[in-house]
């Protein structure tokens, strides 16, 4: 089950600084497994629209079973949000985490 935890519109001149004159958003969700026994229950989905003349592209990219540590998710999922992490950047950030954390990846 995914949960919304936050939403922000990438930064008009960080936009700009990459040659981009669309709008996009990135949205962050909790993604929670009740149901897991044997691995980690919390992980993140992170969902990025681009809002394009055509239409609506979208991105999305799930991380499931990260860690049993609700907080340490709810702290990555601040962390990835402020500094407006997309989901194809999301795997190198979190595999720089996992290094010092005990998430599994």
């Known amino acids: 089950m995914n949960t919304f935890f936050s939403s922000t519109f990438v930064k008009e001149e960080t936009l700009k600084e990459a040659s981009i004159y669309h709008p996009i958003k990135l949205e962050y969700y909790k993604h929670t497994n009740e149901e897991a026994e044997n691995e980690p229950k ?4 992170i969902v990025k629209k681009a809002y394009k003349k055509e239409g609506i592209k979208m991105e999305n990219k799930e991380f499931v079973g990260l860690s ?7 702290e990555i999922l601040n962390l990835l949000g402020t500094n407006e992490v997309t989901p194809t950047e999301a795997e190198y950030i979190l595999n720089d985490i996992k290094y010092k954390t005990s998430m599994k990846i």
């Open 68 to 74: 049993n540590n609700e907080q340490e998710i709810e």
């Open 42 to 45: 919390f992980g993140i989905n």
